[in-house]
């Protein structure tokens, strides 16, 4: 059953996020975006990583398309016309990724430890809010507070850019 | 019997459709959001790796996961400030397509 999940999770982000890249409507690739991040946060699930997989549909499927989806709407951005493709540049680009995608799957298929299966946890659940948080309050504390700053910038910065400049 | 391998495949496939995205499309709003695809992917081998290095508690390695978290703030900073600026580009220049901004094109 887990199987069937898993394939059924990975099948729904990939090829929604195929669409997001094929689609020529932007806002057809917005919403594909969104089913894809959907697909992602049922295979962090699956990982038993459901903080991470909440936080991936509040923070990405709700805050960061609605981002995405109002600024499509504000510049009233229309199906693309149909220009001239340059085949040349298509055609590099394309060759480019398919090597990465091939590096990539022989790197995968050389790795020793990526044919075993995952341990499994003695508990039947684990708290892992909890344990995410200590790891971020202790550990991780500085990183933690140099992140607010971070945001704190990229607010300033998104006002200060928004910003109508007087004539 | 689902692999670690299996988690590393979907994660490439879905980096490598991020990564055409970015070099085939010419609107910044569908490179902006394959970026994010991109991201998305490095995130999913994070957790898997997480997942699969148990410690002797039995817990996952959680160094990932906050490690996760750390990349999914600073990419939803780097949208709003993107955004921003393609909506400060728009307005000066009426377009969202990388061909008509070659002002610095070599």
Redo the contacts between chains.
């Keep these: 059953m887990?199987?069937f999940l898993?394939w059924l999770f990975?099948l729904l982000?990939?090829i929604f996020?195929?669409a997001?890249?094929i689609n020529r409507n932007?806002v057809a690739?917005?919403l594909s975006?969104v089913v894809?991040?959907l697909g992602?946060a049922a295979?962090?699930m699956s990982?038993?990583?459901y903080?991470?997989g909440i936080?991936?549909v509040l923070?990405?499927a709700g805050?960061?398309m609605v981002?995405?989806l109002f600024?499509?709407m504000?510049?009233d951005?229309r199906v693309?016309e149909r220009h001239q493709i340059n085949w040349l540049a298509?055609a590099g680009?394309?060759a480019?990724?398919?090597i990465?995608?091939s590096q990539?799957?022989s790197v995968?298929?050389h790795?020793p430890?990526?044919?075993?299966?995952?341990?499994p946890?003695?508990?039947s659940t684990?708290d892992?809010v909890r344990?995410?948080g200590a790891?971020?309050f202790g550990?991780?504390n500085l990183?933690f507070q140099i992140?607010g700053v971070?945001?704190l910038v990229?607010?300033i910065?998104?006002v200060l850019?928004?910003k109508?400049e007087p004539r | 019997?689902?692999?670690?391998?299996?988690?590393?495949?979907?994660s490439?496939?879905?980096?490598?459709?991020?990564?055409?995205?970015v070099?085939?499309?010419r609107?910044l709003?569908?490179i902006?959001?394959?970026l994010?695809?991109m991201l998305?992917a490095a995130?999913?081998s994070l957790?898997?790796f997480?997942?699969?290095r148990?410690d002797s508690n039995?817990?996952?390695n959680?160094?990932a996961?906050?490690f996760?978290?750390?990349i999914?703030?600073?990419?939803?900073?780097?949208?709003?400030?993107g955004?921003?600026?393609?909506?400060?580009l728009?307005?000066a220049r009426q377009t969202?397509d990388v061909k008509d901004i070659s002002s610095l094109k070599f």
Excluded: C, K, W
Excluded at chain 1, 113 to 119: E, M
Excluded at chain 2, 72 to 81: G, L, N, P, R
């Design positions: 887990s199987l898993f990975a982000t990939v996020g195929a997001v890249v932007p690739s917005a975006l894809s991040f992602l295979l962090f990982l038993n990583a903080f991470i936080i991936q923070v990405y805050a960061v981002l995405f600024i499509i504000l510049l951005l693309e298509s680009g394309l480019v990724a398919l990465l995608l990539i799957f995968v298929g790795l430890i990526a044919h075993n299966a995952f341990p946890l003695p508990g684990i892992d344990n995410i790891a971020l550990n991780y990183p992140i971070l945001v990229a607010t910065g998104v850019l928004s109508r | 019997m689902i692999t670690l391998g299996d988690y590393l495949i979907v490439g496939i879905l980096f490598v459709i991020g990564f055409a995205g070099m085939l499309r609107n709003i569908i902006l959001m394959s994010e695809l998305n995130n999913l957790v898997a997480s997942r699969f148990v039995g817990l996952p959680y160094n996961q906050v996760v978290f750390f999914i703030t600073v990419a939803a900073a780097e949208v709003a400030v955004l921003a600026i393609l909506v400060a728009y307005r969202t």
